[in-house]
Nanobody
């Protein structure tokens, strides 16, 4: 079992920045990668970014490229999502999750490939 706790959400104006954190605890030795998803009202949960625990290779959704950065601090068992140049369409609940397997060409964006999820943190981009 892995427990995930997100933090860092809030209200920000368009063009602003936020940094989300996701702290992992429990059976962290089993973590090989983690990702961030988001879900806006009335929409399906969508992939945002993922990072391999070993090596730190990152994967970013097209909608977030150039604006969002994912990173991890192995010593703190924490993954971060730095979000810059935020837009109103980035408004959503953001979730972090752990990956089951890193095999396959699109393992990082497949929501079915994630097993443990955090409770989510609300991000609202509005003036």
């Amino acid at each position: 079992q892995v427990q995930l706790v997100e933090s860092g959400g809030g209200l920000v104006q368009p063009g602003g920045s936020l940094r989300l954190s996701c702290a992992a605890s429990g059976s962290i030795f089993s973590i090989n990668a983690m990702g961030w998803f988001r879900q806006a009202p009335g929409k399906e949960r969508e992939f945002v970014a993922a990072i391999r625990w070993s090596g730190g290779r990152t994967y970013i959704a097209d909608s977030a490229k150039g604006r969002f950065t994912i990173s991890r601090d192995s010593a703190k068992n924490t993954v971060y999502l730095q979000m810059n140049s935020l837009k109103p369409e980035d408004t959503a609940v953001y979730y972090c999750a752990t990956v089951k397997t890193t095999y396959g060409s699109s393992w990082y964006s497949n929501i079915g490939n994630y097993n443990y999820w955090g409770q989510g943190t609300q991000v609202t981009v509005s003036s």
